[in-house]
């Protein structure tokens, strides 16, 4: 006996099949208009830099790299924080496709002039901050004045107070980066905060420091022994936190000197922690976030 139902449930499945079709494609579209990136240059106060942006919904974040670094070194991030949010990072000036600062400054209120310029370029009103090492002093610099734009700060392995650092150790250290013995000098600075890390991390590592002027490393890091955090900071009243390295813990760090601010570890990893073991260190930043979403 024929079944009369048959090209009726013929005709449902394949509707039905077309719908699932239709929505898992629409689904493909959203998500690849989420991911959608882009990479420009912007004009900030010392000259054009480099920006990439990604991402369109969620509480934005924006990543400032380390002295010598650039936005390569966040690439897995920015791919993963660009799945649930926008997700910005650019190149500071001197480094990565930025343009060199033309007077020679470096210093961290400067360079957060160039965060400044940024984030009011994309009209972002508030926003996550994400600094690594030197760009944890931009952060801070920036947050200390415009807390109000600013709903978390996360530091990753940043500078801290070194202005109590021994002169008869830091003059000298300076001195020699100003001199032609600056490869050398730089070179075996960087090595020792690589431990941990694989060649291929130390390789990135150090081709970004080899493209990095001499004279921006060199005022930079003249400015990180002249960081006083806790008086950057204190303007500000948002969440913190310091995602930190398995390097050996140092005094100046910040969780030392900032009582409010919460830290967690990565054991057996450099100073590139989020290089090193980018599954783990994300994981770490999405707890964060996850926080901080359910404040706002």
Excluded at 71 to 81: C, D, K, S
Excluded at 91 to 120: F, I, K
Excluded at 200 to 223: D, G, M
Excluded at 272 to 296: A, C, I, S, T
Aim: hydrophobic share 40%; with cysteine; glycine share 8%.
């Amino acid at each position: 006996m024929k079944n009369k139902n048959g090209p009726a449930i013929c005709l449902c499945a394949a509707a039905l099949l077309a719908l699932l079709s239709c929505r898992t494609e629409q689904k493909s579209q959203i998500e690849a208009k989420q991911m959608s990136t882009k990479t420009f240059w912007l004009n900030g106060p010392a000259g054009r830099l480099f920006v990439d942006q990604g991402g369109n919904h969620g509480m934005p974040v924006v990543i400032v790299h380390s002295l010598a670094g650039n936005t390569t070194q966040w690439t897995p991030q920015l791919a993963h924080l660009r799945k649930t949010r926008s997700a910005i990072a650019f190149d500071l000036r001197g480094h990565g496709q930025s343009d060199p600062a033309p007077n020679g400054d470096y210093s961290l209120t400067a360079v957060a002039s160039d965060l400044a310029a940024l984030v009011d370029s994309l009209g972002l009103q508030k926003f996550i901050l994400l600094g690594h090492s030197y760009g944890g002093g931009v952060i801070a610099t920036y947050a200390g004045m415009h807390p109000e734009r600013v709903a978390a700060l996360l530091f990753v392995d940043a500078i801290g107070d070194s202005r109590n650092a021994p002169r008869d150790q830091i003059d000298p250290f300076l001195a020699a980066l100003r001199s032609e013995a600056y490869a050398q000098i730089v070179e075996g600075h960087w090595h020792r905060i690589l431990q941990y890390a694989d060649s291929t991390v130390t390789n990135a590592v150090l081709a970004s420091l080899r493209r990095t002027p001499q004279a921006a490393v060199v005022s930079a890091l003249e400015a990180v022994f002249k960081y006083d955090p806790a008086t950057t900071l204190q303007n500000y009243r948002g969440p913190m936190h310091a995602i930190i390295s398995g390097l050996p813990d140092d005094p100046s760090a910040l969780h030392h000197h900032l009582a409010r601010m919460t830290h967690v570890a990565m054991p057996n990893t450099s100073h590139w922690l989020q290089m090193d073991q980018p599954e783990q260190f994300n994981k770490h930043v999405d707890e964060f976030l996850y926080r901080v979403d359910g404040k706002e």
